[in-house]
C-alpha cells in the first residue's frame, strides 16, 4: 500500500504560478496530476514514468511542468500562467506496475486526498 499526501494547492489571481507536491510514502513506479473541477469529470493532467518520459494534456501544454524526485519519492506539478479555467481540486495519483497510460485514471492504484487550486481573473 502506498499512501500519497498532495499539497501546495492556493488561490492566486490569473497569470500567477502555484506548485503542487505530493509525498509517497515509498517507491512507486507512474505518477500522475489529474483535477475534477465543479461539474465536470475528472480529467489527467499530466503523467510521468519512473523513467522521465512525461505526458500532458493539451490545455497546459507550455504553462505546467510535472517532475518528480525518486530518490524522495515525491511529485511536483509547476503550474504557471494560470487561468481561470484551472480552477479545480487537484489529485496526484500513482501506479502499482509500470504502464503506458499515464493520463488513463484506471491505470492507477493509488490516489492523494486532493489539493484546492482557485484561479480567479
Known amino acids: 500500500q502506498v499512501q500519497l499526501v498532495d499539497s501546495g494547492g492556493g488561490s492566486v489571481q490569473a497569470g500567477g504560478s502555484l506548485r503542487l507536491s505530493c509525498a509517497a510514502s515509498?517507491?512507486?513506479?507512474?505518477m500522475a496530476w489529474f483535477r475534477r473541477a465543479p461539474g465536470k469529470e475528472r480529467e489527467g493532467v499530466a503523467g510521468?514514468?519512473?523513467?522521465?518520459?512525461?505526458t500532458y494534456v493539451d490545455s497546459v501544454k507550455g504553462r505546467f511542468t510535472i517532475s518528480r524526485d525518486n530518490a524522495e519519492n515525491t511529485l511536483y506539478l509547476q503550474m504557471n500562467s494560470l487561468k481561470p479555467e484551472d480552477t479545480a481540486i487537484y489529485y496526484c495519483?500513482?501506479?502499482?506496475?509500470?504502464?503506458?497510460?499515464?493520463?488513463?485514471?484506471?491505470?492507477?492504484?493509488?490516489w492523494g486526498q486532493g489539493t484546492q487550486v482557485t484561479v480567479s481573473s
Open positions: 495519483a500513482a501506479t502499482a506496475a509500470a504502464s503506458w497510460y499515464l493520463l488513463n485514471p484506471r491505470e492507477y492504484n493509488y
Open positions: 515509498r517507491f512507486t513506479y507512474c
Open positions: 510521468i514514468g519512473r523513467n522521465g518520459i512525461t
